[in-house]
């Protein structure tokens, strides 16, 4: 019997999670790591902070899941990989062995140098402290009235996280006095017309852009920037992009330029073809890829497939990304969305019922949400 141990239950992975029957049939077994019983949809995130989803609405219960299905399900986080003798390491000493390895272990936001956050900051990720940070918000606006929030980042999910806030703490009756900082330009690297659409949503609530405002270093309650500029707030959030999982590089195993696991077409890793990897933490060998859960749920029926291939000593398949004209939803908090593709950009309530409905259907698919 062979067997397959997925590391991490992430994006790229559920595909693998529902055809675990199937791989039981062929006489394989398979075991799940993962250090929560559930996985969040970060799609979903910036709405559960903002009130419009609950927990269980934006997670598959993927330990059920797996055991479900007759896989192992082991609570745990993955530290390293022992590839030579082919065994997965977990937080607690503990090993596994493997015949096939998958890593989908995601991504984590860098802390600007910070050991440890400091209270009432979070980062963006992992998605399920954003239930802790929504609550916290709507005690403050109960208590306080007037809540001030400050958002580092000028990415979309600065963007996304900075108009959730805004609701949660405008829905749970308070003031919210919303500043979002960002190095360079809000949305710097889309078309102008997302930038502009984005501005007006926030000039509309009373949302503060400070942009050219480098992040110099964070005390409790207050940020201080490289132009002088320093915000005082009574919770922050982190958005300052994404760094790959740590596993991959603290295993001794190839990385690409973006401190991923690098991979080939067949996203397995050139050095130890037993060894595959999707999602965020993987560097994409043929051309980089965004960092973004598109990709991830793209790769889902190649990596399904070509575990099951080679498991069963048969070639594996191709991962075609497809196009990077992908399309674009941000949820601005307001009930509203950004809408970007091909070319065409919009905002508005339709772009908002979009996104929920895709997103809901995404959830159904792969068997989580309510
Ligand atoms: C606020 C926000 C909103 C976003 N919105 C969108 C969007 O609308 N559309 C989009 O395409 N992208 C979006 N993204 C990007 C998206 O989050 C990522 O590209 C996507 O999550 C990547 O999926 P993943 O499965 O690789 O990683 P993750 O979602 O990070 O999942 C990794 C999984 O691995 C587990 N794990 C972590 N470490 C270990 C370990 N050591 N051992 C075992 N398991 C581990 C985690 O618990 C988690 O379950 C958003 C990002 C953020 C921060």
Known sequence: MAHLVLAG??????????AIPGLLARGHGVTCVSPGERHFYSGMGPGLLGGLYDPDDISFPVAR???????RFVRGAAVRIDAAARRLVLHDGSSLSYDVLSLNTGSRVPL?????????????????????????LEELA???????????????????????????VHRAG????????????????????LRELAVRSFARRGIALAEGARLLDLAPGRARFANGRELWFDAAFLALGVEPSPLARDSGLPLGPGGGLLVDAHLRCPDHPEIFGGGDCIDFGPRPLDKVGVYAVRQNPVLAANFAAVLD???????????????L????GDGTAIFRKRGV???????????????????RGFGGGN
């Open 9 to 18: 239950a992430g994006h790229a992975h559920l595909m693998t999670l529902l």
């Open 65 to 71: 899941m797996v055991a479900e299905r007759g896989g």
């Open 112 to 136: 600007g140098g910070l050991a440890q956050l400091p209270p009432d900051v979070w980062s963006v990720k992992p998605i399920e402290r954003l239930v802790e940070a929504r609550s916290r």
């Open 142 to 168: 109960r208590k306080r009235g007037r809540v001030a929030v400050a958002v580092i980042g000028g990415g979309p999910a600065g963007l996304e996280i900075a108009g959730n806030a805004w609701a949660a």
């Open 174 to 193: 308070g003031i919210p006095r919303v500043t979002l900082a960002a190095k360079g330009r809000l949305l710097g690297r889309f078309a102008p017309r």
């Open 313 to 327: 000593g048969r070639p594996p398949t191709r991962f075609d990304p497809g196009s990077d004209d992908y399309l």
């Open 329 to 332: 939803l941000f949820n601005l």
């Open 345 to 363: 950009v919009l905002a508005g309530s339709l772009a908002m019922r979009l996104k929920d409905a895709i997103d809901r259907r995404f959830m």
